[in-house]
């Protein structure tokens, strides 16, 4: 194994504990928005008195819940995908076309984390209603989850340098496996 291939495991290693991290916040904001909205459903029907910071509360943790799962499908490949051209070609130029779609994603992620930065910073003084917490809140899950697309997709790059380097292939992929190659030889047999 040389040393490219265990850095990508390593940091494989780390990414998958920040992954695991990140799903737990994102659940523990889906607790705390169901838990809040019933919250509001009591004071108003109840109390008749309604909370109106639960809005506003509402709106940062879907920030959250969303950018944070983003991310993280991004690391566990659970994102709704087209794959055709890639299974169309042979298993080398297949991984030139995830690299270059890794590439892609982390220019992106990049653009997410600075603009995303720069709106953080420029919204510092302006506080949210009935929150009294600078609306920099909302932006800052943009920034992390920017920084998390980066990381994530950098890994899956290395994964498809040493596959295009060596021939063994990425998580959840079978070099020899062409769901539209199958097909045609099960027509021929």
């Known amino acids: 194994m040389d040393a490219l291939s265990q850095f990508q495991q390593q940091f494989d290693r780390i990414l998958t504990v920040l992954s695991d991290f990140f799903k737990l916040i994102s659940g523990l904001c889906l607790i705390v928005i169901v838990a809040t909205f019933a919250w509001l459903v009591y004071g108003r029907y109840i109390l008749n ?6 809005e506003q509360l509402a709106l940062i943790l879907v920030v959250v819940i969303t ?4 991310a993280v499908g ?10 055709i051209l890639p299974y169309m070609v042979p298993p080398k130029p297949r991984a ?3 690299m270059v779609i890794n590439i892609m994603l982390i220019w992106f992620g990049y653009m ?10 420029f919204n ?3 506080e949210i209603p009935l929150l009294d917490v600078p609306l920099s ?12 697309i980066c990381l994530f997709s950098f890994n899956n790059l290395l994964k498809y340098i040493i596959y295009y380097k060596t021939g063994i292939a990425p998580d959840n992929e079978d070099e020899n496996q ?6 045609a030889r099960e027509e021929n047999l």
């Open 112 to 121: 997410m984390a600075v603009n995303s930065y720069k709106l953080a910073i």
């Open 96 to 98: 030139i076309i995830y």
């Open 74 to 83: 991004l690391k566990e490949k659970t994102h709704l995908s087209v794959d």
């Open 137 to 148: 809140v909302r932006s800052m899950p943009l920034v992390i989850s920017g920084i998390l």
């Open 67 to 70: 950018f944070f799962s983003s």
């Open 49 to 54: 008195s309604t909370p109106t910071w639960v």
């Open 178 to 183: 062409n769901p539209l190659l199958d097909d």
């Open 124 to 126: 510092w003084t302006t």
